[in-house]
C-alpha cells in the first residue's frame, strides 16, 4: 500500500506507520491518522460520509469522520482502490463486562439514534434503506435452514459438523418460526412506513471494535461500513445480544440496558415486541452454518466446531430469556 502517496493526497507528510486490525494507523506532521482500503463504491461511501456530517452538524461529534482529499471527495483512488482516511481517534475498544464501558456505549447508541433522526442522503449517494425487509429475510433464511437439513440428511458421509448440525437444526427452526410470528404479530410494516418518513438510520455494526473509550473516558463510535436507514431497535437489540451472551443472558442485564437507552430516547411497547422477533431469531446458527457449507471464511474445521459448540451452549439460556422478555410486553 502507498501509505505517502494517500497522505498526500491530504496534504499530510507521513513520518512512520503501523497496521492495525484492517487499517493502518500513520504518524503525520499533522497528527495521528487512519488510512483503510474500503470496497464500497463511491456512491455508497457518499451515503456514509453524509450520515457522518448530518450527526456531526445535529450535534453528535464523537464520531471518525471522513477527511477530504484535495480531489475534494471523502475518499482517494490509488492504483484503481478506493481508501478513505480518517484522524486518530485515541483510547481503547469497548469492554463488554465492565460496566462503565457497557453504560456509555448505551447512551452513545440512543444519542446516535436521536441525532441521526431525519438524515437524508446528498444528491448522487446510493440509499441504503433496510425499513420493512426483516420478514422477508427471516423467511429466506429459514428456508435455507430447511434445505441444507435435507442435503445434509441426504448425504453418504456425514463429517462431525453434519452431526451436529442435523441435531440442532429443529430447535432452531422452532425458534426461527416463533421469531417470525413474533414479527408477524407486530405492526412492523405500519412502524418501518412511519420510520421511513422520519427518516431514523442505524450503525448496523455497533459492537465492541467499534465503540472506543477515550483517555478522557468519553465514548467515540467507528466504523459506518454498514450503516443505513433502519429501525434503531436493530442496533439496540443486536446490542443487547452481543453483552448478553457473556452474562448467560441475564434478563435484568437486559433491563438495566433498556432503562439507560430510554432515558435518552423513549421505548415503547411495539419497540419490545420487535426486539423480542429479533432475540428470537437464531441468528448465529444460521450464520455459523452459512459460513461452514459455503466456505464463507478460512476458518478451520476445529474454529468451526468451537464456534458452533458456543451457539449451542447459550440456546436454553436464549428461550429462557426470551420467554421471560415476552412477559414484559
Same mark, same amino acid.
Given at each position: 500500500?502507498?501509505?505517502? /502517496?494517500?497522505?498526500? +493526497?491530504?496534504?499530510? %507528510?507521513v513520518?512512520?506507520? %503501523?497496521?492495525?486490525?484492517a487499517?493502518?494507523?500513520?504518524?503525520?506532521?499533522?497528527? *495521528?491518522i487512519?488510512?483503510?482500503?474500503t470496497d464500497?463504491?463511491?456512491?455508497k461511501?457518499l451515503?456514509?460520509?453524509?450520515m457522518?456530517?448530518?450527526l456531526?452538524?445535529s450535534?453528535?461529534d /464523537?464520531?471518525?469522520?471522513?477527511?477530504?482529499?484535495e480531489?475534494?471527495?471523502?475518499? @482517494?483512488?490509488?492504483?484503481?482502490?478506493?481508501?478513505?482516511?480518517?484522524k486518530?481517534?485515541?483510547?481503547?475498544?469497548?469492554?463488554?463486562?465492565n *460496566?462503565f464501558?457497557?453504560?456509555?456505549?448505551?447512551?452513545?447508541? /440512543?444519542?446516535?439514534h436521536?441525532?441521526?433522526?431525519?438524515?437524508?442522503? *446528498?444528491?448522487?449517494?446510493?440509499?441504503?434503506?433496510?425499513?420493512g425487509?426483516?420478514?422477508?429475510t427471516y423467511?429466506?433464511?429459514?428456508?435455507y435452514?430447511?434445505?441444507?437439513? +435435507?442435503?445434509?440428511? @441426504?448425504?453418504?458421509?456425514?463429517?462431525?459438523f453434519?452431526?451436529?448440525?442435523?441435531e440442532?437444526?429443529?430447535?432452531?427452526?422452532?425458534? /426461527?418460526w416463533?421469531?417470525?410470528?413474533?414479527?408477524?404479530?407486530?405492526?412492523y410494516?405500519?412502524?418501518?412506513?412511519?420510520?421511513r418518513q422520519?427518516k431514523?438510520i442505524?450503525?448496523?455494526?455497533? @459492537?465492541y471494535?467499534?465503540?472506543?473509550i477515550?483517555?478522557d473516558?468519553?465514548?467515540?463510535?467507528?466504523?459506518?461500513?454498514?450503516?443505513?436507514?433502519?429501525?434503531?431497535?436493530?442496533?439496540?437489540a443486536?446490542y443487547?445480544?452481543k453483552?448478553?451472551k457473556?452474562?448467560?443472558?441475564d434478563?435484568?442485564m437486559?433491563l438495566?440496558i433498556?432503562?439507560?437507552?430510554?432515558?435518552?430516547?423513549?421505548i415503547?411497547?411495539?419497540?419490545?415486541?420487535l426486539?423480542?422477533?429479533?432475540? +428470537?431469531?437464531?441468528q448465529?446458527?444460521w450464520?455459523?452454518?452459512?459460513?461452514?457449507?459455503?466456505?464463507k471464511?478460512?476458518w478451520s474445521?476445529?474454529?468451526f466446531e468451537?464456534?458452533?459448540e458456543d451457539?449451542?451452549?447459550?440456546?436454553?439460556?436464549?428461550?429462557?430469556?426470551t420467554?421471560?422478555?415476552r412477559?414484559l410486553?
Amino acid at each position: 500500500m502507498q501509505i505517502e /502517496a494517500i497522505a498526500r +493526497e491530504y496534504s499530510f %507528510k507521513v513520518k512512520s506507520y %503501523k497496521p492495525l486490525r484492517a487499517v493502518y494507523i500513520a504518524e503525520t506532521d499533522k497528527g *495521528p491518522i487512519v488510512i483503510k482500503e474500503t470496497d464500497r463504491e463511491p456512491d455508497k461511501l457518499l451515503y456514509i460520509h453524509g450520515m457522518k456530517e448530518y450527526l456531526y452538524e445535529s450535534g453528535f461529534d /464523537a464520531l471518525d469522520r471522513y477527511l477530504i482529499s484535495e480531489n475534494g471527495l471523502p475518499f @482517494t483512488v490509488q492504483d484503481n482502490r478506493l481508501f478513505v482516511v480518517e484522524k486518530f481517534i485515541d483510547g481503547r475498544e469497548c469492554s463488554f463486562t465492565n *460496566p462503565f464501558d457497557r453504560e456509555a456505549a448505551v447512551v452513545a447508541l /440512543a444519542e446516535l439514534h436521536k441525532k441521526g433522526k431525519g438524515y437524508i442522503a *446528498p444528491t448522487g449517494a446510493y440509499k441504503r434503506e433496510n425499513y420493512g425487509k426483516w420478514d422477508n429475510t427471516y423467511l429466506k433464511k429459514i428456508d435455507y435452514l430447511v434445505e441444507l437439513k +435435507e442435503t445434509i440428511r @441426504t448425504k453418504k458421509h456425514k463429517d462431525f459438523f453434519d452431526k451436529m448440525y442435523l441435531e440442532d437444526v429443529d430447535f432452531m427452526l422452532d425458534m /426461527a418460526w416463533q421469531a417470525y410470528d413474533t414479527l408477524s404479530c407486530s405492526s412492523y410494516q405500519e412502524i418501518c412506513k412511519r420510520a421511513r418518513q422520519e427518516k431514523w438510520i442505524c450503525h448496523h455494526d455497533y @459492537t465492541y471494535h467499534n465503540i472506543i473509550i477515550t483517555k478522557d473516558w468519553g465514548v467515540s463510535i467507528i466504523d459506518f461500513d454498514y450503516s443505513c436507514h433502519e429501525l434503531p431497535v436493530y442496533d439496540l437489540a443486536n446490542y443487547i445480544l452481543k453483552v448478553l451472551k457473556r452474562f448467560s443472558f441475564d434478563i435484568d442485564m437486559a433491563l438495566r440496558i433498556l432503562n439507560i437507552y430510554d432515558s435518552v430516547l423513549t421505548i415503547n411497547k411495539e419497540d419490545l415486541l420487535l426486539m423480542l422477533a429479533i432475540f +428470537e431469531f437464531p441468528q448465529r446458527f444460521w450464520r455459523i452454518a452459512e459460513r461452514y457449507y459455503e466456505r464463507k471464511t478460512d476458518w478451520s474445521d476445529d474454529d468451526f466446531e468451537d464456534k458452533y459448540e458456543d451457539v449451542f451452549m447459550f440456546r436454553e439460556y436464549i428461550k429462557d430469556f426470551t420467554s421471560e422478555f415476552r412477559k414484559l410486553i
